[in-house]
């Protein structure tokens, strides 16, 4: 992010930590706030980045929004919203990539509650190679979150074969999928695991299904890291 709502940017980097060439533009926008966001690359150099926006709605709300780009850095199409349902805020995404290119984007959603007002789930959505939707969003997530407690998801996969897992909450819970965006496990709840947590966890999946994940706690004073079966 360049500045306080100066859009998404990109500059590419040599193997020495030189820059190349001039600083991108990504997204289409660069008023209100367009912020956080992720990177991720298939095998053949392309990528795709992804962030949270809030200038596409005129109640400010925060949306989802991708841009492929090829080894070149060249935009593949145009922005891409994520989300099928774009009522309150989407945001906190985190983004995987295979090396087909597929790619999906994990994201907390707000959504309304006749008991609660506001609650947040975690949904997913998949993407083809050139951008076009793999198929609608899923949800994720089982529990319910309040709204300003949630902690937006992280996504790790075997870009090989396809098989993906989010944490999310903090790195609180997970769920794995497989390629066919069938889940693996259902919401799995790893709680007891984690005490005054101060960061999003981060997770890599291994190839035997196994997943590692590392967190702060303690105003990140102290960095752990916990492996967990598949």
């Known amino acids: ?28 926008f660069a008023v209100r706030d367009q912020t956080p966001h992720q990177v991720a690359r298939s095998s053949n150099g392309n990528y795709v980045i ?10 400010v709300s925060a949306g989802v929004f991708a841009q ?20 309150l805020d989407q945001e906190y995404p985190s983004v995987a990539m295979d090396d087909s290119g597929r790619f999906v984007v994990a994201w907390a959603s707000v959504e309304f509650d006749q ?20 198929g609608g969003q899923f949800q994720i997530s089982t529990t319910p979150t309040s709204d300003d407690v ?25 769920r794995r999928y497989d390629a066919n965006l069938t889940p693996l496990t259902p919401e799995l709840d790893l709680g007891a695991t984690f005490g005054a947590v101060e960061s999003p966890a981060r997770v890599v999946l291994h190839p035997n299904g196994d997943f590692t994940e590392t967190w702060t706690e303690g105003f990140g004073d102290s960095a752990f890291v916990q492996k967990f079966d598949g």
């Open 150 to 174: 949630v902690i937006g998801p992280d996504i790790d996969m075997n870009t090989a074969t396809g098989e993906f897992i989010v944490v999310w909450e903090i790195g609180r819970f997970a």
């Open 1 to 28: 992010t360049s500045g306080a709502g100066g859009g998404i940017h990109l500059q590419q980097f040599d193997a020495n930590g030189a820059a190349v060439d001039g600083e991108q533009q990504v997204s289409q």
């Open 115 to 134: 008991l609660v007002d506001k609650i947040a789930h975690i949904y997913g959505r998949r993407f083809n190679a050139d951008g076009s939707p793999d």
């Open 68 to 87: 492929l780009f090829d080894q070149d850095h060249n935009p593949i199409g145009g922005e891409i919203q994520v989300a099928e349902v774009t009522e």
């Open 50 to 59: 992804v962030w949270t926006d809030t200038a596409r709605d005129t109640d």
